[in-house]
Every structure is written in structure tokens, then in C-alpha cells.
């Protein structure tokens, strides 16, 4: 008999309990992998959600700057236009702000935009805060912060403006502003006289004062501006001076010495007040072309002294190549009517010299704008225009320089009998204003240096010389970190 071993066979339930085993391995993978799959798909499009909203928010932020810079805007266009009856509401006496809310995206997401102006009536600073609300997510809101800073595109939109570098070398020089149209009221005496006359008048209901406001310590503000758009450490040199307004540079910070200041009035001695001061300023330099027409006079010598150039109530143009005078008190050039002067001395030599005692008389009401590429030295008892006294004195634009050399280097010195009232205009110059006394206007060149302890008061109303000029941006930066964001988040939560 043949015995051999036969194994059991295997049972058909033990072939399925296997098969159930890998199922449910594979069936948990799948579910693994399509829960994973499931949650990158919503985190792309929460991602690609948020992207599409941060578009949308920073469009919200920057139709909220735009409707700032309309309103800035139409009130340099329209001095009676008022702020709050468009929306706004007024923060102090300079500041401005508003809220849009309710601004519907697709997906029930809704927006709303914060919009804050700093100075709104000089050098406005503007901050814009959006939030965009995603519809039916639990999650926090997409948002933009922009900053920008605007300027005017006068030439003259600040007080003193170089190329290169700006010195005070005086102990005891200073910067600050005031607005020569700028109407005060109708109970103010301005000009110093004791009553309140024509000059403190706004008899036509727009705003601006009827004549131009003599400076005076009554309407002086704290909007006095200097910039360099040099990135040298010495592009600002401060030292002692005091700078009642702002200080910018095109990189490195101002120098300030230990009586030295930058800042709002009340601002200690020896410091700046960082949120007047930026290292990103910028300015154009275009050249200027004197006029072509004129009548042709000869050169203006101290033999011809005193003279009297134009008349009262006319306009006349001259072509001369030089102008000198010297000696005493009475060798005076006075000038009438609205006179222009163009001086065709060549590059490199000297057009306009006055020493001694000699020196410019404007008249009261009239206007002197001189043209000239060769050097100007005008110093003895330099210019009086209109008056010798900052009450008595025509507005700075009442003088004008006008520097056309393109090439080379322009010196230009000024001196004030008394005070000087000027705007210059020497892109390529070294521009060197002497004074102890008032120095009013604004200067713009190469190189500047404010000799002696002169006061400076920047006339805000050349921000629209030539022109209702509109401003614009010179500066736009996104807030996108928190500690940026924290410098103006008292402001922005309104």
C-alpha cells in the first residue's frame, strides 16, 4: 500500500481575507493620496485666490491716492475749494483723511479703502491703507499700505534746492516759511502798520489774498524746505542752523550740529525729527534759454551811475553785455516797470559787479528778471527790492536770476540791502547768498552756500510759479513690512 503525505488544501476564505487586507491598503492610500490632492488643490486656490484679491486691494489703494491727489489738486487749481464739503475730514489744521467702504468683488468679497494726507496744503505726504474681505473663508483680509510723497513741478516748489550740496556757515542761520497768498483773515494785520488795510483783504471771496503778505514773525510757519539730490554724506550740511520745515537728500542723512535742528517748531536743539527728513529726494535741472528779442543797449558802467532802467507801467526787454558799478551810496541802478535784462557777457567772465557802496533799487510794484551765462557778483549794498525791511520789501518773484550757462561752472553771488527778496535759478552754479539780515525767496543750483547768520523764509507760493502747478508724485513706496506699517498705524485705524 502506497502512504504518501497530501497537504491540506487551503480554504477559500483565507484567499479573500488577504485580498481584503491589500484592498484596504490600497483603498487607504488612495485616500491618503486624494486628501492630500484635495487640500493642495485648496490651498492653490486659496493662493490663487489671495493673489487675485491682492491685486484687487492694491487697485483700492491706489484709487484711494488718486482721489487724494484730485483734491490736492483742485485746491491749487480752486484756493476756495473745500476739503470736507467733498467727503473729507479735517485732522488739526493741515491734515486730512477719509473712508470708502462697500466695494463689491466677485465671490461676495468686499473692500474698503482708509486714506490719510499729511500737509495737505505743502509737500503733502499721503497714506493709503486697503482691505479686501474674502467672501465665505474664515480667513484675515488681504492688505496694501502705500505711502507717497508729492511735490510741486514749479522750480520752486521747495526753498533751497542743489545739485550737489547745500553749507550754512553762520551760527546762528535759520529756515522756515510762510505764504505771501496765503489770506489769513480779515482782522489780522500782516503787514505790521497798526491797521488793517488792503494788504490783509480778500475782497473777491477766493481765499488769496488781495496783495502779497509780507513776511512777518505773525505768519511765519514751519514748512521751510532745503534738498539736495546728491547721495554725498555732505550733501546737507546743517551745522548750526535751524531748520524749521523739512531736509532731504538723495541718500545719506543731513549733518546737524549740536545747535543745530530739523523738525516742526518746538523741536529740540541738536536733533531731526525723522519724519521730516527722507534720503530719497529727487529734482530736475533743466536748462533755460534767455530771450532772443530786446533792445540792444551798451554796457552799464559806474560812470553811468545812478541810472534808471524802464517805466513805471510798461514792460520793456534790454540787451546788454555787462553791468558794474562801484563808489558811494548814490551810484544806484533803479529799476521801474516790469524790466528784463539780458546779459550777453560770454561764459567764464563777469556780467554783473557791484562794490562799494553801489547797488539795485527795484521800485515798489515793479519787476526785475535778469538773464544772464556769465558770473554775477552782486554785492556793496546789494539789492533792495522794493523796501529794506521784510514789511516793505515786493515778493521774492519780483526778482528773478535766471542762470543759462549749460557747461562749465556759473558763480553767482547775492547780497541783500538789508533783505533780500529773490527767487535764482542757476542749475549750473555756484550760488552763495550773504546776509545777516531777512533772505526771502527760494534758490535753486549747483552748489549753495548760506553765508552769515541769515534768516531764510521759504515763500510757499512759488510752488506755483509760473502757473497753477499741480502736484505730483516724487516718491512711492509699499508698506509691507509691519514695523513700516506701525509709524502710521495711530492714523489709519479710523
Given amino acids: 500500500m502506497n502512504s504518501r503525505f497530501h497537504p491540506l488544501p487551503r480554504t477559500g476564505s483565507a484567499e479573500r481575507g488577504s485580498l481584503l487586507i491589500v484592498a484596504m491598503i490600497l483603498s487607504a492610500i488612495i485616500g491618503i493620496s486624494i486628501v492630500s ?79 490719510y494726507i499729511y500737509n495737505y496744503t505743502v509737500a503733502p505726504r499721503i497714506i493709503a491703507r486697503s482691505l479686501v474681505s474674502l467672501g465665505g473663508q474664515a480667513s484675515s483680509a488681504v492688505e496694501k499700505w502705500i505711502e507717497v510723497q508729492l511735490r510741486k513741478t514749479s522750480k520752486f516748489a521747495n526753498g533751497l534746492v542743489a545739485k550737489d550740496s547745500i553749507r550754512f556757515s553762520g551760527n546762528n542761520a535759520s529756515v522756515d516759511s510762510w505764504n505771501s497768498k496765503l ?44 534738498g539736495s539730490v546728491s547721495v554725498s554724506v555732505d550733501a546737507v550740511l546743517v551745522q548750526n542752523a535751524d531748520i524749521w520745515g523739512y531736509a532731504a537728500t538723495g541718500g545719506a542723512l543731513p549733518t546737524v550740529g549740536s545747535n543745530g535742528l530739523v523738525g516742526p517748531f ?64 548814490a551810484n544806484v541802478l533803479t529799476i521801474q516797470g516790469n524790466t528784463t535784462l539780458v546779459l550777453t557777457a560770454a561764459p567764464g567772465t563777469t556780467a554783473i559787479q557791484f562794490t562799494g557802496n553801489a547797488g539795485i533799487a527795484i521800485a515798489t510794484g515793479a519787476n526785475l528778471t535778469i538773464y544772464v551765462e556769465g558770473d554775477v557778483n552782486i554785492g556793496g549794498n546789494g539789492v533792495a527790492n522794493g523796501g529794506t525791511t521784510a514789511a516793505t520789501s515786493n515778493p521774492p518773484s519780483n526778482f528773478q536770476i535766471w542762470g543759462t550757462r549749460t557747461s562749465g561752472t556759473q558763480n553767482v553771488s547775492i ?46 507760493s512759488l510752488g506755483n510759479f509760473g502757473g497753477n502747478n499741480p502736484y505730483r508724485v516724487s516718491r512711492w513706496n509699499e508698506l509691507s513690512e509691519a514695523t513700516a506699517r506701525a509709524t502710521y498705524s495711530s492714523v489709519m485705524n479710523f
Wanted: aromatic share 8%; charged share 15%.
Fill in 37 to 115: 490632492y484635495i487640500n493642495v488643490g485648496r490651498s492653490s486656490l486659496t493662493m490663487s485666490n489671495r493673489s487675485l484679491y491682492n491685486n484687487g486691494a492694491m487697485n483700492l489703494a491706489e484709487n484711494g491716492l488718486e482721489e487724494a491727489m484730485y483734491s490736492i489738486n483742485k485746491l491749487v487749481a480752486d484756493p476756495s475749494y473745500s476739503f470736507t464739503s467733498d467727503g473729507w475730514t479735517a485732522v488739526g489744521t493741515s491734515d486730512m483723511r477719509r473712508k470708502w467702504t462697500g466695494t463689491a468683488f466677485d465671490q461676495n468679497a468686499t473692500g474698503e479703502v482708509r486714506v
Fill in 183 to 226: 489770506y489769513p483773515s480779515t482782522t489780522t494785520d500782516t503787514d505790521g502798520d497798526g491797521t488793517v488795510d488792503a494788504l490783509d483783504t480778500d475782497a473777491n471771496g477766493d481765499g488769496v489774498a488781495d496783495a502779497s503778505i509780507p513776511y512777518s514773525s505773525g505768519v511765519r510757519r514751519d514748512n521751510g524746505s532745503v
Fill in 266 to 329: 518746538g523741536t529740540a536743539t541738536g536733533t531731526m525729527d525723522m519724519s521730516r527728513v527722507s534720503t530719497d529726494f529727487s529734482a530736475s535741472f533743466d536748462p533755460v534759454t534767455a530771450p532772443t528779442t530786446g533792445s540792444n543797449i551798451a554796457s552799464i558802467a559806474s560812470s553811468d551811475l545812478p541810472m534808471t532802467l524802464g517805466t513805471a507801467g510798461t514792460t520793456n526787454v534790454y540787451r546788454l553785455p555787462s553791468i558794474t558799478g562801484t563808489g558811494g551810496a
Fill in 415 to 460: 547780497a541783500g540791502n538789508g533783505v533780500l527778496s529773490a527767487i535764482a535759478y542757476v542749475p549750473n552754479g555756484n550760488l552763495s547768498i550773504n546776509g545777516n539780515g531777512d533772505v526771502m525767496g527760494s534758490f535753486v543750483a549747483d552748489d549753495i552756500t548760506v553765508t552769515g547768520n541769515a534768516s531764510f523764509h521759504y515763500d510757499e
